[in-house]
């Protein structure tokens, strides 16, 4: 099972917070991200986080979003603070079977399911 498998989506209120979650079973010493892609928009990299936890953000969302990875639970995180209306958009955790983390989602091998994010004015 290479699939990775994301949580955490849903509704909230704009400047409120979420945390998604991703499961990726054994891949976590690799480079992994996580993407957004708006109705009508390309996909995009939020974040990244390499196997040294060097982290990369978009500029739209430093300072608000934080990614994280924790090794117990084999898993990877995106704490998302507020929030506006301009981050509704399906989360995409992808996995890279690298150390290093280009932006292009092209460049990603493993890809979860996707998880809805609606922020609400």
């Known amino acids: 099972q290479v699939r990775p498998v994301e949580s955490g989506g849903g509704s909230v209120q704009a400047g409120g917070s979420l945390r998604l979650s991703c499961t990726t079973s054994?891949?976590?010493?690799?480079?992994m991200g996580w993407f957004r892609q708006a109705l009508g928009n390309e996909r995009e990299r939020d974040a990244s986080i390499d196997m040294k936890s060097m982290t990369i953000y978009a500029d739209s969302v430093k300072g608000r979003f934080t990614i994280s990875q924790d090794n117990a639970k084999n898993t990877l995180y995106l704490h998302m603070t507020f929030l506006k209306t301009e981050d509704t958009a399906i989360y995409y955790c992808?996995?890279?079977?690298?150390?290093?983390?280009?932006?292009?989602?092209?460049?990603?091998?493993?890809w979860g399911q996707g998880t809805q994010v609606t922020v609400s004015s």
């Open positions: 992808a996995v890279r079977a690298s150390p290093k983390c280009p932006s292009s989602q092209g460049a990603y091998h493993y």
């Open positions: 054994g891949y976590i010493m690799n480079c």
